[in-house]
């Protein structure tokens, strides 16, 4: 139980363009999401957290104009980035939270993005 | 604010030895506390939590304890396996912080045979 999935897995794209990553919880409804960004061989840095049906919340310092974060259903978060260029490129990681997990958070794989 | 400091690696073992990674907390309150594990190229995977004062969090032959005297949740094994080779991250949840995790540097753990 408490799986939580990412599409893609990798993505490059070109310096200039948008790309959408999704996160999607399989098996529960999760009240709350996180957009997480890791730097090689560091931490997680959190970016943002979005509660279904409301507009997220960003961290101090994280573009909300640059990374779009929609939460509009309770299995489904996407991740915009906009306007993508080469130092948006990182490795990007979901978690959710379901209503009774308290502050347990269940990870995605991660999505590899790639700006050329 | 709160924050969580864990020992700086890489760690390297051999198969069956002995593992300790150290990991204590500052916090106002008392969060609930976390382990994680990550494999190369892979999301992260709850390994363990402890939610209160002594409790006990164990899973796949790794234990830690939660210790309020010394604010510490350090991660213990007794035999580690080549298969334990990943990156461990000590979380503790951010005190009024509206279920926010607090992350730690992560710790990376290479076994040899």
């Known amino acids: 139980g408490a799986v939580v999935s990412q599409h893609p897995s990798r993505v490059i794209c070109k310096s200039g363009t948008s790309v959408k990553i999704e996160c999607r919880s399989l098996?529960?409804?999760?009240?709350?999401m996180f957009w997480y960004r890791q730097f090689p061989k560091q931490s997680l840095m959190l970016m943002a957290t979005?509660?279904?049906?409301?507009?997220?919340?960003?961290e101090q310092g994280v573009e909300k104009d640059k990374f779009l974060i929609n939460h509009a259903s309770l299995t489904l978060s996407t991740l915009t980035v906009t306007s993508a260029h080469p130092e948006d490129s990182s490795f990007y990681i979901c978690?959710?939270?379901?209503?009774?997990?308290?502050?347990?958070?269940?990870f995605g794989p991660g999505t590899r993005l790639t700006v050329l | 604010g709160d924050s969580v400091t864990q020992m700086e690696g890489p760690v390297t073992l051999s198969e069956e030895a002995f593992l300790t990674i150290n990991c204590t907390y500052t916090?106002?309150?008392?969060?609930?506390l976390f382990w994680y594990v990550q494999y190369p190229g892979e999301g992260l995977q709850l390994l363990l939590k402890?939610?209160?004062?002594?409790d006990k969090g164990s899973n796949k032959g790794f234990e830690a304890t939660y210790r309020k005297e010394t604010t510490s949740f350090h991660l213990e094994k007794g035999s580690v396996q080549v298969s334990d080779s990943a990156v461990y991250f000590c979380?503790?949840?951010?005190?009024?912080?509206?279920?926010?995790?607090?992350f730690g540097t992560g710790t990376q753990l290479k076994v040899e045979l």
């Open positions: 978690s959710a939270q379901t209503g009774t997990s308290g502050d347990t958070q269940y």
């Open positions: 098996d529960f409804q999760a009240t709350t």
């Open positions: 979005s509660n279904e049906g409301s507009k997220a919340t960003y």
């Open positions: 916090a106002t309150g008392y969060p609930s």
């Open positions: 402890a939610t209160k004062a002594d």
């Open positions: 979380a503790g949840g951010v005190t009024g912080g509206g279920n926010k995790l607090t």
